[in-house]
């Protein structure tokens, strides 16, 4: 894992979403501690960390299909939790979805995202 190419992932992040961004983590999935960051948010971390996981078990318990590039939560007041499972690794990050465009996040900065992590490889 490069992790100078992991923070770089993060500032092409920072450019897509701009002033939407409040903070994002890259953490590992086998104890959910953080390993590049924006604003970093350790114990959301590890909590998502654990939703994720759970998620992914009541999915299968359930015979639902897995999950595939994100998930997306809705929050209260104009925020949105985004988590990117990627194999050993999760990305968590928390928008304002007031200051970024659902189109935006999920035509652009996601796969962009994505596609830079896996430069860090």
């Known amino acids: 894992m490069n992790i100078q190419k992991l923070n770089q992932a993060i500032e092409t992040l920072r450019e897509d979403i701009g002033e939407g961004l409040i903070s994002c983590d890259i953490f590992t999935v086998s ?6 960051s924006y604003n970093p948010q350790p114990r959301a971390s590890a909590l998502f960390n654990q939703l994720t996981t759970n ?5 299968k318990g359930a015979r639902f299909p897995n999950l595939n590039k ?7 007041g104009d925020h949105m939790v985004i988590i990117l499972p990627l194999g050993d690794y999760r990305w968590g990050m ?7 465009q659902l189109g935006l ?3 652009i900065a996601i796969p962009n995202s994505i596609e830079s ?3 860090a490889l």
Request: avoid cysteine; aromatic fraction near 10%.
């Open 70 to 76: 994100y998930y997306i939560l809705d929050l209260e």
């Open 31 to 36: 104890d959910g501690m953080s390993v590049a």
């Open 117 to 119: 992590f896996e430069s």
């Open 55 to 59: 998620l992914m078990k009541t999915l």
């Open 105 to 107: 996040l999920l035509s």
């Open 94 to 100: 928390l928008v304002n979805s007031n200051k970024v």
